[in-house]
Every structure is written in structure tokens, then in C-alpha cells.
């Protein structure tokens, strides 16, 4: 099998963590450093992709599902040549199509899917089951959490959910908001704790991203902050993670993996 692009799913156990923006500025950081980046909108919350990215697509997922348009005319370019798939309403309904559309849309998906290197999913928050379905589907996952101890028992919700599923994934952590280097360490080890103790299970610490200002900035601005301020703290933690992503890196699966595995689910219930 030749492979294809890594798919991770970014996922957080609420909104607000900075899930969405890290999804973005971590593909235009990789995109820069010469991948094909394709990112797709699956977070029904406030600053989506498109707001983030200053985008006003014309069309979504949700054309695709329903009114028969090729995913090829919804895909929309953001900086540095990303490819964006806006989700709208779309993106959580993929289940609830006939399985006829769902086959068209796997095909098409497949065939856009060939030149890539990097799908992203900014999966939405939270444990609902096409969240999960999403992150099951995908080769990596990774959670955006903050230090916030309500943070912490959200991610813990989150992963339980994750492994209860038997997806045996590789789950990595992005500590987002951190106010210094230790922050972020004392996370993930209190996080572990908790995840050896109940679920004898432990996830990767891939990298911090510090509480900046000019985050807040760039998302009114709506510009990615990798873009508009790549000096900031912030802009330089996640090169640093995109660098680190890419030294890990692994043959993906690409869409067809992502639906086999989806598929394999479903026909396991
Ligand atoms: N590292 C950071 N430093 C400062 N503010 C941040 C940071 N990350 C996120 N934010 C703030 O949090 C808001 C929500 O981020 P967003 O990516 O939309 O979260 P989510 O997708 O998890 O709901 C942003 O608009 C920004 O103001
Ligand atoms: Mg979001």
C-alpha cells in the first residue's frame, strides 16, 4: 500500500480552549514548510475556519450533502495555499445522508484526497458521537486543552470516551493558554495521572502554546497569527509543533483509511 496523507482530528472536551485557532495556524505553519495541507471544518462553534481565516465561502459540506454539488467547488484557498473544506451545518450530517450520497461523497473525498499530505479535522468539542466518529476515522488525534483544572476533567471525559471505543489511538496534547513552560508539563502529568489510574492509559505531550495577546489580535483581524504576527510567542510555539509533528512522521491512511475505519464501525454495531 502506498499510504496517504496523515489525517489527525484536532478534538477538545469544550469549546474555548483554542482548538479551532490551533487547527488553522498548525496547518499554515505546515504548509509552509512545504506539505500539502488540507483543512476541514467539522466545529460548529463561534470563530470557525472560514472566520478565522478572513474567508467568506460561497458554498459548504452542506451543498455537498444536499444539494448534489462536488466537494472539488466547495474547497476554498486560504494562506499559503491551504485548502479549506467549510463545513456550515454540514460537516456533524454526514451520517444522516442515504448511503448512496454518502458513497459519492467517499469517492470524491478519495479522489481529492490523492495529492495531499496533511488532512486536518477541526472536530468539534465535546464527546458527541459524530465528534467521536470523526476522531475514530482519523490516523492521529490530537486534543487541545488549557491548564484550567475544568479543562483537565473535560479532556478526561474526552479520552475515556475515545478508549471506552477500542480506537487504540496514539492521543497527543497540545496545552493551549499557558502562562509558562512548566504549565503545560504540569498538565499533561496531572492528566496522566488520572488516565493510568482509571483507564491504565496515557497520552504524548506534544507541545505548549502560551497565553498571547496577539492571538486575540489576529482572530479580529482574522488573519492566522502565523501569518500576521509570526514573531509573537504564540507564532513560535506553533512552528516549533509543526516541526515536531513532522520529525514524528508516519505514513497516514488518507480518506480511504478515514472511511474504512468509519465504515468498520459501523458495521461492528
Ligand atoms: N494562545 C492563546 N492566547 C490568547 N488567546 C487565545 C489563545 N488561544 C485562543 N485564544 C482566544 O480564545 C478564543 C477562542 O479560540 P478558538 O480557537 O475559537 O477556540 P475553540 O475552537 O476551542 O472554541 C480566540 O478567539 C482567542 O481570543
Ligand atoms: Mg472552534
Known amino acids: ?75 476554498t484557498y486560504g494562506p499559503e495555499g491551504v485548502l479549506i473544506v467549510p463545513g456550515g451545518s454540514g460537516a456533524l450530517e454526514l451520517s444522516k445522508i442515504d448511503t448512496d450520497r454518502q458513497k459519492i461523497l467517499m469517492e470524491q473525498l478519495i479522489d481529492l484526497g490523492d495529492n495531499l499530505d496533511y488532512i486536518f479535522i477541526d472536530g468539534g468539542a465535546g464527546i458527541h458521537q ?30 475515556k470516551a475515545v478508549t471506552l471505543s477500542n480506537a ?19 498538565t499533561v502529568d496531572r492528566l496522566n ?5 482509571f483507564l491504565r492509559f496515557s497520552v504524548t505531550h506534544l507541545g505548549d502554546i502560551p497565553d498571547d495577546i496577539w492571538v486575540e489580535r489576529a482572530v479580529k483581524e482574522q488573519l492566522p497569527f502565523v501569518i500576521r504576527y509570526p514573531f509573537s510567542k ?29 465504515l468498520e464501525r459501523i458495521s461492528i454495531k
Open 193 to 197: 495521572i488520572l488516565l493510568e489510574r
Open 1 to 75: 500500500m502506498s499510504g496517504g496523507a496523515r489525517t489527525i482530528s484536532f478534538l477538545s472536551g469544550k469549546g474555548g480552549t483554542g482548538k479551532t485557532n490551533v487547527c488553522v495556524n498548525l496547518g499554515v505553519a505546515i504548509q509552509r514548510l512545504g506539505k500539502k495541507v488540507l483543512i476541514i471544518d467539522g466545529d460548529l462553534g463561534l470563530a470557525n475556519v472560514e472566520v478565522i481565516l478572513g474567508l467568506m465561502p460561497r458554498y459548504t459540506l452542506y451543498d455537498v450533502l444536499y444539494r448534489d454539488m462536488e466537494i472539488r467547488s466547495v474547497v
Open 130 to 159: 459524530d465528534v467521536l466518529t470523526f476522531a475514530l476515522g482519523s490516523d492521529e488525534i490530537i486534543i487541545v486543552m488549557t491548564p484550567e483544572p475544568t479543562s483537565l476533567a473535560d479532556a478526561y471525559t474526552l479520552i
Open 168 to 186: 487504540q489511538k496514539e492521543i497527543k496534547i497540545i496545552v493551549n493558554r499557558v502562562k509558562s513552560s512548566i504549565e503545560g508539563e504540569e
Open 234 to 262: 504564540a507564532s513560535r510555539a506553533v512552528n516549533e509543533i509543526a516541526l515536531k509533528l513532522l520529525a514524528l512522521e508516519k505514513k497516514g491512511t488518507g480518506f480511504r483509511g478515514f472511511f474504512r475505519n468509519i
